[in-house]
């Protein structure tokens, strides 16, 4: 992964999270950044999982070290819509 900017999606973080350390060195970029409703996907994960605190702490360090992109409603509705017509497949 190789650009100027790079927007980091729930699998790459939660797969990072999981020890696949390989993906950090891979990702080469002058600005990184994490949507706002990827993080809440990732807490999602987190309270479903047998390490709930180790896992909230994970996702506060990465999310400390990269900028975190807010969205507006347009693309909140956008995102719901097509959740849902994944989800429906």
């Given at each position: 992964m190789i650009g100027n900017k790079v927007l980091?999606?729930?699998n790459i973080i939660a797969a990072w999270l999981n020890g696949e350390k390989n993906l950090a060195d891979k990702i080469?970029?002058?600005?990184?950044?994490?949507?706002?409703?990827?993080?809440?996907?990732?807490?999602?994960?987190?309270?479903?999982?047998k390490n709930i605190?180790?896992?909230v702490n994970n996702i506060k360090e990465i999310s400390n070290q990269y900028q975190t992109l807010n969205t507006d409603d347009d693309t909140a509705t956008a995102?719901?819509?097509?959740?849902?017509s994944l989800r429906k497949r």
């Open positions: 980091l999606d729930t080469e970029a002058n600005e990184i950044y994490i949507p706002i409703f990827v993080l809440g996907e990732l807490y999602y994960g987190a309270q479903y999982s605190q180790a896992n995102y719901g819509i097509i959740k849902a």
